[in-house]
Protein backbone atom coordinates (compact mmCIF):
# COMPACT_ATOMS: atom_id res chain seq x y z
CA UNK A 1 0.00 0.00 0.00
CA UNK A 2 2.68 2.27 0.68
CA UNK A 3 4.49 2.01 -2.55
CA UNK A 4 0.65 2.66 -4.15
CA UNK A 5 1.04 5.78 -2.24
CA UNK A 6 4.23 6.53 -3.12
CA UNK A 7 3.33 6.77 -6.48
CA UNK A 8 0.17 8.39 -6.46
CA UNK A 9 1.92 10.93 -4.66
CA UNK A 10 4.79 11.59 -7.21
CA UNK A 11 1.92 12.07 -9.75
CA UNK A 12 -0.23 14.11 -7.85
CA UNK A 13 3.08 16.17 -7.47
CA UNK A 14 3.92 16.15 -11.02
CA UNK A 15 0.03 16.75 -12.31
CA UNK A 16 0.04 19.92 -10.32
CA UNK A 17 3.33 21.18 -11.53
CA UNK A 18 1.93 20.67 -15.07
CA UNK A 19 1.67 23.59 -17.97
CA UNK A 20 -2.08 21.81 -18.69
CA UNK A 21 -3.52 22.09 -15.88
CA UNK A 22 -2.72 25.71 -15.25
CA UNK A 23 -3.85 26.27 -18.82
CA UNK A 24 -7.35 23.80 -18.38
CA UNK A 25 -7.64 26.18 -14.95
CA UNK A 26 -7.42 29.45 -17.71
CA UNK A 27 -9.34 27.51 -20.39
CA UNK A 28 -12.45 27.07 -17.62
CA UNK A 29 -11.41 30.90 -16.49
CA UNK A 30 -12.27 31.52 -20.31
CA UNK A 31 -16.03 29.83 -20.49
CA UNK A 32 -17.07 31.28 -17.27
CA UNK A 33 -16.58 34.66 -18.90
CA UNK A 34 -18.20 33.40 -21.62
CA UNK A 35 -20.68 32.05 -19.59
CA UNK A 36 -21.03 35.37 -17.62
CA UNK A 37 -21.51 37.36 -21.16
CA UNK A 38 -24.00 34.83 -21.90
CA UNK A 39 -26.09 35.28 -19.13
CA UNK A 40 -26.52 38.73 -19.58
CA UNK A 41 -27.55 38.66 -23.14
CA UNK A 42 -30.00 35.53 -22.28
CA UNK A 43 -33.42 35.46 -22.36
CA UNK A 44 -35.37 34.00 -19.52
CA UNK A 45 -33.55 32.68 -16.66
CA UNK A 46 -30.26 33.56 -16.30
CA UNK A 47 -29.76 31.78 -13.45
CA UNK A 48 -30.52 28.48 -14.97
CA UNK A 49 -27.91 29.73 -18.26
CA UNK A 50 -25.14 30.21 -16.35
CA UNK A 51 -25.27 27.07 -13.72
CA UNK A 52 -26.05 24.76 -16.60
CA UNK A 53 -23.61 26.26 -19.43
CA UNK A 54 -20.93 26.51 -16.18
CA UNK A 55 -21.54 22.75 -15.56
CA UNK A 56 -20.97 21.69 -19.03
CA UNK A 57 -17.52 24.14 -19.35
CA UNK A 58 -16.62 22.38 -16.21
CA UNK A 59 -16.89 19.09 -17.23
CA UNK A 60 -15.42 19.93 -20.55
CA UNK A 61 -12.36 21.48 -18.94
CA UNK A 62 -11.85 18.73 -16.49
CA UNK A 63 -12.23 15.47 -19.16
CA UNK A 64 -9.37 17.56 -21.05
CA UNK A 65 -6.94 18.22 -18.78
CA UNK A 66 -7.31 14.52 -17.15
CA UNK A 67 -7.37 12.76 -19.77
CA UNK A 68 -4.73 14.47 -21.20
CA UNK A 69 -2.53 14.21 -17.96
CA UNK A 70 -3.07 10.45 -17.60
CA UNK A 71 -2.30 9.52 -21.33
CA UNK A 72 0.79 12.21 -21.33
CA UNK A 73 2.47 11.18 -17.79
CA UNK A 74 2.47 7.28 -19.10
CA UNK A 75 3.71 8.52 -22.61
CA UNK A 76 6.35 10.82 -21.01
CA UNK A 77 7.29 7.79 -18.23
CA UNK A 78 7.83 5.21 -21.42
CA UNK A 79 9.93 8.29 -23.46
CA UNK A 80 11.93 9.18 -20.28
CA UNK A 81 12.76 6.01 -18.96
CA UNK A 82 10.68 6.58 -15.66
CA UNK A 83 8.49 3.92 -16.08
CA UNK A 84 11.70 1.35 -16.20
CA UNK A 85 12.92 3.06 -12.85
CA UNK A 86 8.86 2.58 -11.77
CA UNK A 87 8.94 -0.97 -13.13
CA UNK A 88 12.09 -2.18 -11.28
CA UNK A 89 10.97 -0.90 -7.99
CA UNK A 90 7.67 -1.68 -7.36
CA UNK A 91 5.18 -3.90 -9.15
CA UNK A 92 2.86 -3.35 -12.03
CA UNK A 93 -0.28 -3.22 -10.40
CA UNK A 94 0.94 -0.91 -8.19
CA UNK A 95 2.00 1.09 -10.89
CA UNK A 96 -1.27 1.43 -12.31
CA UNK A 97 -3.36 1.88 -9.46
CA UNK A 98 -0.59 4.85 -8.63
CA UNK A 99 -0.86 6.37 -11.35
CA UNK A 100 -5.19 6.05 -11.36
CA UNK A 101 -5.13 6.90 -7.96
CA UNK A 102 -2.66 10.11 -8.70
CA UNK A 103 -4.67 11.34 -11.69
CA UNK A 104 -7.76 10.73 -9.45
CA UNK A 105 -6.38 13.19 -7.07
CA UNK A 106 -5.48 15.58 -10.03
CA UNK A 107 -8.87 15.88 -10.98
CA UNK A 108 -10.78 16.41 -7.89
CA UNK A 109 -8.07 19.05 -7.33
CA UNK A 110 -8.95 20.95 -10.73
CA UNK A 111 -12.99 20.17 -10.05
CA UNK A 112 -12.32 21.81 -6.35
CA UNK A 113 -10.68 24.71 -7.81
CA UNK A 114 -13.40 24.98 -10.97
CA UNK A 115 -16.28 24.52 -8.80
CA UNK A 116 -14.48 27.62 -6.08
CA UNK A 117 -14.38 29.86 -9.11
CA UNK A 118 -17.70 28.93 -10.39
CA UNK A 119 -19.51 29.38 -7.16
CA UNK A 120 -17.99 33.00 -6.90
CA UNK A 121 -19.51 33.66 -10.25
CA UNK A 122 -22.98 32.72 -8.91
CA UNK A 123 -22.87 34.12 -5.56
CA UNK A 124 -22.08 37.67 -7.32
CA UNK A 125 -25.44 36.58 -9.36
CA UNK A 126 -27.25 35.26 -6.31
CA UNK A 127 -28.07 32.16 -8.76
CA UNK A 128 -26.43 29.49 -6.30
CA UNK A 129 -27.85 25.98 -5.59
CA UNK A 130 -26.35 23.88 -3.06
CA UNK A 131 -27.60 20.94 -5.84
CA UNK A 132 -24.60 22.32 -7.89
CA UNK A 133 -21.99 20.29 -5.78
CA UNK A 134 -24.15 16.83 -6.76
CA UNK A 135 -23.68 17.99 -10.34
CA UNK A 136 -19.99 18.11 -9.64
CA UNK A 137 -19.65 14.94 -7.88
CA UNK A 138 -21.20 13.43 -11.30
CA UNK A 139 -19.27 15.14 -12.91
CA UNK A 140 -15.79 13.61 -10.97
CA UNK A 141 -17.96 9.82 -11.14
CA UNK A 142 -18.08 10.17 -14.74
CA UNK A 143 -14.00 11.16 -14.85
CA UNK A 144 -13.64 7.91 -12.80
CA UNK A 145 -14.79 5.79 -15.62
CA UNK A 146 -13.27 7.71 -18.20
CA UNK A 147 -9.49 7.80 -16.37
CA UNK A 148 -9.63 3.91 -16.45
CA UNK A 149 -10.10 3.67 -20.20
CA UNK A 150 -7.26 6.08 -20.66
CA UNK A 151 -5.26 3.97 -18.41
CA UNK A 152 -6.40 0.95 -20.18
CA UNK A 153 -5.73 2.16 -23.45
CA UNK A 154 -2.30 3.51 -21.80
CA UNK A 155 -1.28 0.43 -21.38
CA UNK A 156 -1.10 -1.11 -25.00
CA UNK A 157 -1.50 1.84 -27.27
CA UNK A 158 2.09 3.33 -27.73
CA UNK A 159 0.45 7.05 -29.90
CA UNK A 160 -0.29 8.90 -27.17
CA UNK A 161 -2.74 10.64 -29.95
CA UNK A 162 -4.66 7.86 -30.70
CA UNK A 163 -5.72 6.37 -26.79
CA UNK A 164 -6.59 10.18 -26.64
CA UNK A 165 -8.79 9.95 -29.32
CA UNK A 166 -10.05 6.14 -28.10
CA UNK A 167 -10.66 7.75 -24.63
CA UNK A 168 -12.40 10.69 -26.39
CA UNK A 169 -14.76 8.20 -27.85
CA UNK A 170 -15.62 6.59 -25.34
CA UNK A 171 -17.02 9.34 -23.71
CA UNK A 172 -18.80 10.36 -26.63
CA UNK A 173 -20.33 6.94 -26.47
CA UNK A 174 -20.94 6.73 -23.29
CA UNK A 175 -22.76 9.96 -22.95
CA UNK A 176 -24.98 9.02 -26.11
CA UNK A 177 -25.45 5.38 -26.44
CA UNK A 178 -28.82 5.49 -24.52
CA UNK A 179 -30.26 8.35 -26.86
CA UNK A 180 -29.28 6.21 -29.47
CA UNK A 181 -30.45 2.89 -28.08
CA UNK A 182 -33.79 4.37 -28.08
CA UNK A 183 -33.64 5.14 -31.58
CA UNK A 184 -32.23 2.09 -32.76
CA UNK A 185 -35.36 0.57 -30.64
CA UNK A 186 -37.72 2.62 -32.36
CA UNK A 187 -36.16 2.19 -36.12
CA UNK A 188 -33.94 -0.24 -36.15
CA UNK A 189 -34.19 -4.44 -37.37
CA UNK A 190 -34.71 -6.78 -35.08
CA UNK A 191 -30.85 -7.90 -35.39
CA UNK A 192 -29.75 -4.09 -35.23
CA UNK A 193 -31.85 -3.97 -31.86
CA UNK A 194 -29.72 -7.09 -30.81
CA UNK A 195 -26.37 -5.90 -31.02
CA UNK A 196 -27.05 -2.52 -29.81
CA UNK A 197 -28.88 -3.65 -26.74
CA UNK A 198 -25.34 -5.83 -25.69
CA UNK A 199 -23.20 -3.12 -27.04
CA UNK A 200 -25.25 -0.81 -24.71
CA UNK A 201 -24.55 -2.74 -21.75
CA UNK A 202 -20.69 -3.45 -22.80
CA UNK A 203 -20.26 0.57 -23.35
CA UNK A 204 -20.46 2.39 -19.64
CA UNK A 205 -23.34 4.32 -19.43
CA UNK A 206 -21.95 7.43 -18.83
CA UNK A 207 -25.79 9.23 -19.24
CA UNK A 208 -26.70 7.84 -16.14
CA UNK A 209 -24.40 10.50 -14.10
CA UNK A 210 -25.91 13.57 -16.40
CA UNK A 211 -27.71 14.89 -13.85
CA UNK A 212 -26.84 18.84 -15.36
CA UNK A 213 -30.25 19.66 -16.28
CA UNK A 214 -31.65 18.75 -13.11
CA UNK A 215 -29.50 20.57 -10.67
CA UNK A 216 -29.47 23.84 -13.12
CA UNK A 217 -32.82 23.85 -11.58
CA UNK A 218 -31.87 22.86 -8.34
CA UNK A 219 -33.12 19.33 -8.28
CA UNK A 220 -30.53 17.33 -6.49
CA UNK A 221 -30.70 13.88 -6.66
CA UNK A 222 -31.91 11.00 -3.77
CA UNK A 223 -29.06 9.44 -1.85
CA UNK A 224 -30.36 6.03 -2.81
CA UNK A 225 -29.38 7.25 -6.70
CA UNK A 226 -25.99 8.97 -5.57
CA UNK A 227 -25.37 5.54 -3.65
CA UNK A 228 -26.20 3.07 -7.13
CA UNK A 229 -24.12 5.44 -9.17
CA UNK A 230 -21.09 5.62 -7.03
CA UNK A 231 -21.08 2.01 -6.45
CA UNK A 232 -21.48 1.83 -10.54
CA UNK A 233 -18.60 3.96 -11.21
CA UNK A 234 -16.46 2.17 -9.05
CA UNK A 235 -16.94 -0.99 -10.07
CA UNK A 236 -17.07 -0.42 -14.11
CA UNK A 237 -13.57 1.86 -12.95
CA UNK A 238 -12.51 -1.51 -10.95
CA UNK A 239 -12.94 -3.96 -14.00
CA UNK A 240 -11.28 -2.02 -16.63
CA UNK A 241 -8.50 -1.32 -14.16
CA UNK A 242 -8.31 -5.30 -13.15
CA UNK A 243 -8.35 -5.45 -17.64
CA UNK A 244 -5.49 -2.80 -17.75
CA UNK A 245 -3.32 -4.72 -15.18
CA UNK A 246 -3.66 -8.45 -17.20
CA UNK A 247 -2.83 -6.46 -20.63
CA UNK A 248 0.56 -4.47 -18.34
CA UNK A 249 1.41 -7.57 -17.08
CA UNK A 250 1.85 -9.56 -20.12
CA UNK A 251 2.91 -6.65 -22.58
CA UNK A 252 6.31 -5.94 -22.91
CA UNK A 253 6.90 -1.87 -21.63
CA UNK B 1 36.54 -17.60 -6.01
CA UNK B 2 33.83 -14.72 -5.23
CA UNK B 3 30.42 -15.40 -5.08
CA UNK B 4 28.17 -14.76 -8.05
CA UNK B 5 25.53 -12.62 -7.71
CA UNK B 6 24.00 -12.31 -10.85
CA UNK B 7 23.99 -15.42 -12.73
CA UNK B 8 22.94 -15.67 -16.69
CA UNK B 9 22.68 -18.67 -18.41
CA UNK B 10 21.68 -19.12 -21.68
CA UNK B 11 19.44 -16.35 -22.36
CA UNK B 12 17.79 -16.09 -25.29
CA UNK B 13 15.93 -13.18 -26.00
CA UNK B 14 14.04 -12.19 -29.34
CA UNK B 15 11.50 -9.38 -30.89
CA UNK B 16 9.67 -11.30 -33.06
CA UNK B 17 12.21 -12.93 -35.78
CA UNK B 18 15.15 -10.98 -34.64
CA UNK B 19 17.02 -12.78 -32.01
CA UNK B 20 18.62 -9.94 -30.05
CA UNK B 21 20.11 -12.26 -27.20
CA UNK B 22 21.40 -15.66 -28.12
CA UNK B 23 22.76 -17.99 -25.12
CA UNK B 24 24.44 -15.49 -23.42
CA UNK B 25 25.96 -16.56 -20.16
CA UNK B 26 27.64 -14.21 -17.59
CA UNK B 27 28.35 -14.75 -13.71
CA UNK B 28 29.15 -11.18 -12.18
CA UNK B 29 31.13 -11.31 -8.63
CA UNK B 30 29.84 -9.75 -5.41
CA UNK B 31 31.96 -6.18 -5.30
CA UNK B 32 33.14 -6.35 -8.66
CA UNK B 33 32.58 -3.93 -11.26
CA UNK B 34 31.53 -5.55 -14.01
CA UNK B 35 31.41 -3.89 -17.74
CA UNK B 36 29.20 -4.87 -20.68
CA UNK B 37 31.35 -3.66 -23.76
CA UNK B 38 29.33 -3.70 -27.27
CA UNK B 39 28.32 -1.45 -30.18
CA UNK B 40 25.20 -0.03 -30.42
CA UNK B 41 22.16 -2.65 -31.10
CA UNK B 42 24.36 -5.45 -29.65
CA UNK B 43 22.06 -6.35 -27.53
CA UNK B 44 23.31 -5.08 -23.88
CA UNK B 45 19.93 -2.72 -23.19
CA UNK B 46 18.18 -5.78 -23.86
CA UNK B 47 20.42 -8.56 -21.71
CA UNK B 48 19.95 -5.57 -18.75
CA UNK B 49 16.31 -5.27 -19.23
CA UNK B 50 15.77 -9.18 -19.53
CA UNK B 51 17.81 -9.07 -16.01
CA UNK B 52 15.80 -6.67 -14.04
CA UNK B 53 12.62 -8.73 -15.05
CA UNK B 54 11.49 -5.55 -17.92
CA UNK B 55 11.01 -8.00 -20.65
CA UNK B 56 10.58 -11.58 -20.76
CA UNK B 57 13.13 -13.95 -22.39
CA UNK B 58 12.43 -17.05 -24.56
CA UNK B 59 14.92 -19.55 -22.78
CA UNK B 60 17.74 -19.44 -20.30
CA UNK B 61 17.95 -18.62 -16.22
CA UNK B 62 19.10 -15.58 -14.79
CA UNK B 63 19.34 -15.80 -10.80
CA UNK B 64 19.74 -12.60 -8.67
CA UNK B 65 21.09 -13.31 -5.17
CA UNK B 66 20.87 -9.45 -4.23
CA UNK B 67 18.62 -6.67 -4.58
CA UNK B 68 18.79 -4.09 -7.33
CA UNK B 69 19.17 -0.66 -8.08
CA UNK B 70 18.52 0.52 -12.03
CA UNK B 71 19.35 3.30 -13.95
CA UNK B 72 18.13 3.53 -17.27
CA UNK B 73 19.50 4.37 -20.42
CA UNK B 74 19.30 8.69 -21.97
CA UNK B 75 17.57 8.89 -17.59
CA UNK B 76 15.15 11.68 -17.98
CA UNK B 77 13.27 12.39 -14.82
CA UNK B 78 10.50 14.77 -13.99
CA UNK B 79 11.73 18.35 -14.66
CA UNK B 80 9.42 20.07 -12.15
CA UNK B 81 11.12 17.83 -9.46
CA UNK B 82 13.45 18.81 -6.97
CA UNK B 83 16.75 16.53 -6.55
CA UNK B 84 15.92 15.90 -3.04
CA UNK B 85 12.16 15.90 -3.62
CA UNK B 86 12.65 12.38 -6.26
CA UNK B 87 14.60 10.61 -3.63
CA UNK B 88 12.21 11.39 -0.90
CA UNK B 89 9.23 10.65 -3.04
CA UNK B 90 10.92 7.29 -4.73
CA UNK B 91 12.81 5.93 -1.27
CA UNK B 92 12.00 2.17 -0.21
CA UNK B 93 10.35 2.36 3.26
CA UNK B 94 13.79 1.45 4.75
CA UNK B 95 15.52 4.68 3.62
CA UNK B 96 15.51 7.43 5.38
CA UNK B 97 15.29 11.28 4.25
CA UNK B 98 18.90 11.69 6.09
CA UNK B 99 20.01 8.91 4.08
CA UNK B 100 18.87 10.14 1.38
CA UNK B 101 20.47 13.30 1.84
CA UNK B 102 23.90 11.58 2.20
CA UNK B 103 22.84 9.70 -0.70
CA UNK B 104 23.06 12.78 -2.68
CA UNK B 105 26.22 14.07 -0.96
CA UNK B 106 28.06 11.14 -1.95
CA UNK B 107 26.77 12.19 -5.32
CA UNK B 108 27.82 15.77 -5.26
CA UNK B 109 24.45 17.25 -5.56
CA UNK B 110 24.50 18.36 -1.90
CA UNK B 111 24.46 21.93 -2.63
CA UNK B 112 22.18 21.07 -5.38
CA UNK B 113 19.42 19.17 -4.26
CA UNK B 114 17.08 22.28 -3.41
CA UNK B 115 17.07 22.77 -7.11
CA UNK B 116 14.89 21.91 -9.88
CA UNK B 117 16.20 18.98 -11.88
CA UNK B 118 15.36 21.14 -14.98
CA UNK B 119 18.48 23.65 -13.66
CA UNK B 120 20.35 20.17 -13.71
CA UNK B 121 23.42 19.29 -16.47
CA UNK B 122 23.53 16.09 -17.70
CA UNK B 123 26.39 14.74 -15.33
CA UNK B 124 24.29 16.27 -12.55
CA UNK B 125 21.06 14.17 -13.81
CA UNK B 126 23.35 10.97 -13.86
CA UNK B 127 24.62 11.74 -10.53
CA UNK B 128 20.95 12.06 -9.56
CA UNK B 129 19.82 8.90 -11.12
CA UNK B 130 22.52 6.92 -9.42
CA UNK B 131 21.44 8.12 -6.25
CA UNK B 132 18.62 7.61 -6.90
CA UNK B 133 19.10 3.73 -8.28
CA UNK B 134 20.63 3.84 -4.63
CA UNK B 135 17.53 4.49 -2.81
CA UNK B 136 16.01 1.34 -1.99
CA UNK B 137 19.26 -0.08 -0.54
CA UNK B 138 20.72 -2.26 -3.01
CA UNK B 139 23.84 -4.35 -3.48
CA UNK B 140 23.60 -4.42 -7.27
CA UNK B 141 23.61 -1.10 -9.21
CA UNK B 142 22.69 -1.87 -13.11
CA UNK B 143 23.31 1.11 -15.00
CA UNK B 144 22.69 1.48 -18.41
CA UNK B 145 25.37 3.59 -20.71
CA UNK B 146 25.79 5.76 -17.12
CA UNK B 147 28.04 8.15 -19.10
CA UNK B 148 26.26 8.51 -22.38
CA UNK B 149 26.29 12.32 -23.60
CA UNK B 150 28.62 13.39 -20.97
CA UNK B 151 31.34 15.69 -20.97
CA UNK B 152 34.96 14.34 -19.72
CA UNK B 153 34.55 15.84 -16.25
CA UNK B 154 30.86 14.53 -16.15
CA UNK B 155 32.23 11.25 -17.25
CA UNK B 156 34.99 11.51 -14.73
CA UNK B 157 32.45 12.40 -12.05
CA UNK B 158 30.20 9.19 -12.79
CA UNK B 159 33.00 6.76 -12.77
CA UNK B 160 34.80 7.86 -9.01
CA UNK B 161 31.15 7.84 -8.02
CA UNK B 162 31.25 4.02 -9.10
CA UNK B 163 34.55 3.36 -7.61
CA UNK B 164 33.48 4.74 -4.25
CA UNK B 165 30.60 3.07 -4.35
CA UNK B 166 32.45 -0.63 -5.22
CA UNK B 167 34.46 0.75 -2.10
CA UNK B 168 31.16 0.67 0.18
CA UNK B 169 31.02 -3.28 -1.18
CA UNK B 170 29.01 -2.50 -3.91
CA UNK B 171 28.59 -4.93 -7.15
CA UNK B 172 28.31 -2.33 -10.33
CA UNK B 173 27.28 -3.85 -13.72
CA UNK B 174 27.40 -1.06 -16.51
CA UNK B 175 26.94 -1.05 -19.73
CA UNK B 176 29.45 1.48 -22.45
CA UNK B 177 30.58 1.54 -25.30
CA UNK B 178 33.47 4.18 -24.74
CA UNK B 179 36.53 1.93 -24.64
CA UNK B 180 38.60 4.54 -22.40
CA UNK B 181 36.28 4.73 -19.70
CA UNK B 182 36.83 1.06 -19.29
CA UNK B 183 40.14 0.01 -18.60
CA UNK B 184 40.33 2.59 -15.94
CA UNK B 185 37.42 1.14 -13.99
CA UNK B 186 36.54 -2.45 -14.43
CA UNK B 187 36.99 -5.44 -13.07
CA UNK B 188 36.17 -7.65 -15.56
CA UNK B 189 34.72 -7.14 -18.92
CA UNK B 190 31.98 -9.11 -21.47
CA UNK B 191 31.98 -8.24 -24.63
CA UNK B 192 28.65 -8.80 -26.62
CA UNK B 193 28.40 -9.17 -30.47
CA UNK B 194 24.87 -9.31 -32.42
CA UNK B 195 23.35 -11.01 -29.19
CA UNK B 196 26.63 -13.08 -28.50
CA UNK B 197 28.85 -12.83 -25.58
CA UNK B 198 32.21 -13.10 -27.36
CA UNK B 199 34.51 -12.39 -24.42
CA UNK B 200 34.38 -12.53 -20.85
CA UNK B 201 37.54 -12.17 -18.46
CA UNK B 202 39.98 -9.07 -17.61
CA UNK B 203 41.10 -6.36 -19.42
CA UNK B 204 44.79 -7.76 -19.57
CA UNK B 205 43.19 -11.27 -20.33
CA UNK B 206 41.51 -10.10 -23.82
CA UNK B 207 44.84 -7.55 -24.66
CA UNK B 208 47.36 -11.02 -24.33
CA UNK B 209 44.11 -13.01 -26.00
CA UNK B 210 44.32 -10.83 -28.86
CA UNK B 211 48.16 -9.79 -29.25
CA UNK B 212 46.78 -6.06 -28.87
CA UNK B 213 48.17 -2.97 -27.35
CA UNK B 214 45.27 -1.78 -26.50
CA UNK B 215 41.41 -1.88 -25.60
CA UNK B 216 40.51 -0.23 -28.60
CA UNK B 217 42.16 -2.90 -30.65
CA UNK B 218 41.39 -5.95 -28.87
CA UNK B 219 37.60 -4.51 -29.23
CA UNK B 220 37.52 -3.90 -32.69
CA UNK B 221 39.52 -8.00 -33.19
CA UNK B 222 36.76 -9.12 -31.04
CA UNK B 223 33.74 -7.91 -31.93
CA UNK B 224 34.97 -7.85 -35.82
CA UNK B 225 35.67 -11.48 -35.83
CA UNK B 226 32.00 -12.07 -34.71
CA UNK B 227 31.04 -9.65 -37.80
CA UNK B 228 32.09 -12.07 -40.29
CA UNK B 229 29.50 -14.98 -41.01
Known sequence: ?253 | MPKAVVRVRDLTKSFGKLRVLNKVSIDIHEGEIFCLLGANAAGKTTLMRCLLGLLKFQSGEISLSAKTGFLPENFSPYRYFRGKELLYDFRTKNISKEKCDSLLEMAGLALSKDRYIREYSRGMIQRLGIALALSTDPEILVLDEPTLGLDPLGQKQVLDLMRVLKGQGKTIFFSSHILSQVEGVCDRLGIISHGRMVFLGAVEELLKKKGASSLEEAFILTAGESDCP
Not at chain 1, 5 to 32: N, P, Q
Not at chain 1, 141 to 163: D, E, P, R
Open chain 1, 1 to 253: MRNILSIASITFKEGLREKVFYGSIILFSLILLLNYILGQIAYGDQGKVLRDVGLAGLELSAVLVTVFFMLNSFWRDRESKMLDVYLSRFLRHEFLLGRFLGVFSVTAVFLFIGLICFSLLLFFHKAFYFSLLAGVFFIFLKLVILLSFALFFATFISSQVLAYLLTIAVYITGSISRNALDIINQEGSPLSIFFFKYFYLLFPNLDKFEIKLAVAYGNAPQFSYVAISVIYALAYAGFVLSIANLIFKIKEQ
